[in-house]
């Protein structure tokens, strides 16, 4: 068997994700929603949809522009904003209090390109890392790359993802989160190192032009089966 290509094909595992909380680095995006509360002296309690300009709108406050925003930058940005008109939002003597959370989400359109079982665009959960964002792509084919996975974004090299030490060891990589319009390559596998006899793990690796491979191969041998 080819190492940890099996691991992206179970691509109905992911609608629990529909009640995690949003990662920090999560920018709010047309098509969001925004449930907006206030507390203590002055109470409300509202929704907003951030609209294709990037903005929404309150009949008191006017137009508010947030996308690109985290929640919370979003949230200081509000606050500043509704103090304009709720006073005691801010100063010594603050009484009022907001909170804001998301309702509805997007959907991301994500390229996923090269060695990839299903290649095309897909729109996938707004919270998709690289790892999650195969899985609803449908995997990576065997001839692809593991440990050479580049994010492109606003056409530059982002990231290149080395998915080997999540696989063995449950280390996630940096730089995974995935953002609208991003372009996932995976490159053809440069290399196949095979590992058999008395290991738990026999099968197809890939190495790296460096031979770190050695590390990995020393990772698997040390399940040796009695």
């Known amino acids: 068997n080819h190492f940890g290509y099996d ?18 680095n999560y920018l709010l995006g047309p098509g969001d929603q925004l449930v907006l509360s206030l507390w203590g002296e002055t109470q409300l309690r509202q929704t907003y949809d951030i609209y294709r300009d990037g903005k929404i709108y309150d ?12 929640i919370e930058d979003g949230e200081q ?17 603050t009484s009022t209090f ?8 997007r ?26 964002g195969l899985i609803q792509a449908g995997g990576v084919d065997t001839s692809g790359s593991l440990r050479n996975i580049e994010i492109k974004r606003d056409g530059k090299n982002h990231s290149i ?10 280390d996630l990589p940096k730089n995974i989160q995935l953002r609208d319009q991003d372009v996932v390559i995976v490159p053809v596998r440069s290399s196949t190192v ?6 738990v793990r026999p099968g197809y690796y ?11 191969a020393h990772e698997i041998k040390k399940y040796v089966i009695p």
């Open 59 to 70: 009949e008191k406050v006017g137009l508010l522009y947030l996308t690109g925003k985290t």
């Open 77 to 93: 940005y509000l606050i500043d904003q509704f103090s304009r008109v709720y006073a005691t939002l801010k100063g010594r003597n």
């Open 107 to 132: 959907s991301i359109n994500v390229n996923f390109v090269g060695e990839v079982t299903y290649p095309g665009v897909y729109p996938v959960h707004p919270f998709s890392t690289v790892i999650t």
């Open 206 to 216: 890939e190495s790296k032009p460096n031979n770190d491979y050695m590390k990995y």
């Open 161 to 170: 993802i080395d998915l080997y030490d999540y696989l063995l060891k449950g």
């Open 7 to 24: 691991f992206f094909t179970r691509r109905d595992s992911l609608s629990f994700w529909e009640n995690l909380p949003a990662p920090p």
């Open 194 to 199: 095979t590992v058999d006899s008395a290991v």
């Open 98 to 105: 907001m909170d804001i959370s998301l309702g509805q989400l």
